[in-house]
């Protein structure tokens, strides 16, 4: 592929995400930049000229734009940076946001672990740096509304916030609604860190807080996630 050709590749894609905010990763311009080397580089130059990045993870469907962080300073300011998020979300909408993350992502993401080895160690030795990640659509949980209601809707501003701040984070790009279900939208995995946030959750305060749904999916995976530590905690208490 010439360079030409593959700078117009790039714009197209550039324009594309700026217009929709998120492509999936299934898009053929996403799909051709994701093995293509000098369509990723020239997208990702296009983009850092105006202040902006790719964000994109292996484990969620979608790729969408962040800003640099000079660029965050230019537009927001040290009082923008030092809110606690740039979308205007109020505090209980944040918390809300938080509370989804780990109950749609956390099993989701054990889920395409555990899937991707137990395929690795179908194909054998031979195969055992091709790693393919499940879709995140295959294997994402759906949420009940009414279980979130009922087990978080007192620590979330009850039903009237509750719902409000649904339909933001709906709008947001951060869930999706099927009805009473609540699902991951194209943003959840992209702009919330894994790696930052589920130690944090996991064996922080939130996560007995998260240990109190009721949700007949989510329930079980996030008790799985929390077993080593609930296993190890009986045996400091016959010490003591």
């Given at each position: 592929m010439s360079s030409s050709s593959a700078l117009d590749d790039a714009a197209a894609l550039a324009a594309q995400l700026l217009a929709r905010r998120w492509l999936p990763r299934s898009h053929p311009l996403v799909r051709r930049a994701l093995i293509d080397t000098d369509i990723w580089t020239a997208l990702g130059e296009r983009l850092a000229a105006v202040g902006l990045r790719v964000i994109d993870?292996?484990?969620?469907?979608?790729?969408?734009?962040?800003?640099?962080?000079?660029?965050?300073?230019?537009?927001?300011?040290?009082?923008g940076l030092?809110?606690?998020?740039?979308?205007?979300?109020?505090?209980?909408?944040?918390?809300?946001l938080v509370v989804l993350w780990s109950l749609i992502v956390l099993p989701k993401r054990q889920r395409q672990v555990a899937r991707a080895e137990a395929k690795e160690e179908g194909q054998g030795e031979f195969f055992a740096t091709d790693k393919p990640v499940p879709m995140a659509i295959s294997v994402s949980p759906t949420i009940s509304y009414r279980s979130l209601l009922a087990d978080f809707g007192n620590q979330l501003g009850k039903?009237?916030?509750?719902?409000?701040?649904?339909?933001?984070?709906?709008?947001?790009?951060?869930?999706?609604?099927?009805?009473?279900?609540?699902?991951?939208?194209?943003?959840l995995d992209l702009l919330l860190d894994y790696d930052t946030l589920?130690?944090?959750?996991?064996?922080?305060?939130?996560?007995?807080?998260?240990?109190?749904?009721?949700?007949?999916?989510?329930?079980?995976?996030?008790?799985?996630?929390?077993?080593?530590?609930?296993?190890?905690?009986?045996?400091?208490?016959?010490?003591?």
């Open positions: 993870n292996l484990y969620a469907d979608h790729i969408s734009l962040a800003m640099l962080r000079p660029a965050e300073a230019a537009v927001f300011g040290e009082t030092a809110a606690n998020n740039n979308l205007d979300l109020p505090r209980d909408g944040v918390a809300l039903k009237m916030r509750l719902d409000s701040n649904l339909k933001l984070l709906e709008r947001n790009g951060f869930i999706t609604r099927r009805g009473e279900d609540i699902a991951e939208g194209p943003l589920a130690p944090r959750i996991l064996d922080g305060a939130l996560g007995d807080v998260l240990a109190r749904s009721t949700d007949p999916l989510v329930a079980p995976a996030l008790a799985t996630l929390r077993q080593p530590e609930e296993e190890i905690q009986p045996e400091s208490d016959s010490e003591s």
